[in-house]
């Protein structure tokens, strides 16, 4: 392949290309601003959460942190939903009973 008198000039104009590449994909990448992946978490009534039921409704959200950390320990799938109402503590229907009664000290733990 010829370009002429000119290809001692092509190697530096790929090179140029390549970098200006990894510059509009490093300045992409790395702006400040709205990001593809992270969102904040909306805030929506507690019916909004599809299958999960709401065990438990406490006042701050480091008391829903604790109370969800005791069902996880108990083995018991729980999440921290942040409703308009406030915190909720959510698990799924069929452990329902089993997570109050855990939150209430009643229930059996590993």
């Known amino acids: 392949m010829t370009f002429g008198g000119y290809y001692y000039a092509v190697g530096p104009l ?18 400040r601003g709205r990001s593809l992946v992270e969102r904040r978490p909306s805030r929506g009534d507690s019916s909004e959460y599809g299958l999960l039921e ?3 409704a406490p006042s701050t959200f ?5 109370q969800r950390r ?3 320990d108990a083995g ?3 999440t921290l939903a942040p409703t308009t109402d406030g915190p909720r503590v959510m698990v799924f229907p069929e452990q329902a009973g089993l997570a109050r009664q855990v939150l209430d000290g009643r229930g059996r733990r590993p």
């Open 14 to 31: 790929v090179a140029l290309l390549v970098v200006g590449v990894l510059a509009l994909l490093l300045r992409w990448t790395f702006s």
């Open 54 to 56: 709401v065990v438990s």
């Open 62 to 66: 480091v008391e829903a942190e604790v």
């Open 70 to 72: 005791t069902l996880l």
């Open 76 to 78: 018991i799938r729980a």
